[in-house]
């Protein structure tokens, strides 16, 4: 069953026209964060929220947003996206209260929205 | 200096074959370390953890050196399979809640 689910797994979008990504999860875990992801490069850490707070890095554009409205849902709007923003956009989730044998800082990913932009 | 940082390979093993990958951190405060895969176009998987003792999970062997701020991933008997990017990730524990990733090291297992 999947547990971070992120659509659409592609998206297409013009040069300067607002897109919004999606992540659901049900894992009901605290943190969720979004990483970009360019070919052969490591995942670059966007923003995260732990719950409601929102945590944002400190040289991630404005033209990056987040809204988290509950547990479950968070979302990414590049308002006005450019040729430089095409790439993969992963969103993970991580529990720092998990028990037992899984480290509290073990990230889970969905598996990506490609974007592209024209 | 990068916080994370990988020999890119690729590596380019026959089946069967031992290959080992090494990766070095920048802080020596950082607790946790992990070894994700990565296949080609898909998100990052959670491969092991690494432990201050090291541990083995089938094949697969991860090491922490401490002292030398280094990180070893061990793939004995290579399988086709194994074909993938292999990143290594660190917590720096300026934060609980982030993690830092290499760029990672590419291995392709040939027939």
């Known amino acids: 069953d999947a547990m971070v689910i992120q659509n659409p797994r592609y998206q297409v979008t013009q040069f300067g026209k607002p897109v919004t990504l999606s992540c659901s999860q049900t894992?009901?875990?605290?943190?969720m964060y979004w990483y970009q992801q360019k070919s052969s490069q490591a995942p670059k850490l966007l923003f995260h929220y732990y719950d409601k707070d929102f945590n944002n890095e400190a040289d991630t554009p404005d033209n990056f947003q987040s809204r988290r409205p509950n547990t479950s849902f968070c979302f990414l709007d590049i308002r006005s996206p450019g040729l430089g923003d095409a790439a993969m956009y992963l969103c993970?989730?991580?529990?720092?209260?998990?028990?037992?044998?899984?480290?509290?800082?073990?990230?889970?990913f969905g598996p990506g929205t490609r974007l592209t932009v024209l | 200096r990068k916080e994370v940082e990988q020999d890119p390979g690729p590596f380019n093993v026959p089946e069967g074959a031992t290959v080992a990958f090494n990766c070095t951190y920048s802080?020596?405060?950082?607790?946790?370390f992990f070894w994700y895969r990565q296949d080609c176009r898909k998100e990052p998987k959670l491969l092991m953890s690494v432990y201050s003792s090291g541990n083995e999970d089938g094949r697969f062997t991860a090491q922490l050196n401490r002292a030398s701020q280094y990180i070893s991933l061990l793939i004995r008997d290579s399988k086709l399979s194994d074909s993938a990017t292999y990143l290594c990730v660190v917590n720096p524990m300026d934060s609980s809640y982030k993690l830092i990733f290499g760029s990672g090291t590419r291995l392709l297992v040939r027939p």
């Open positions: 802080n020596s405060a950082s607790q946790s």
């Open positions: 894992l009901n875990h605290n943190v």
């Open positions: 993970a989730t991580s529990s720092p209260w998990s028990s037992g044998l899984e480290s509290t800082d073990t990230q889970y």
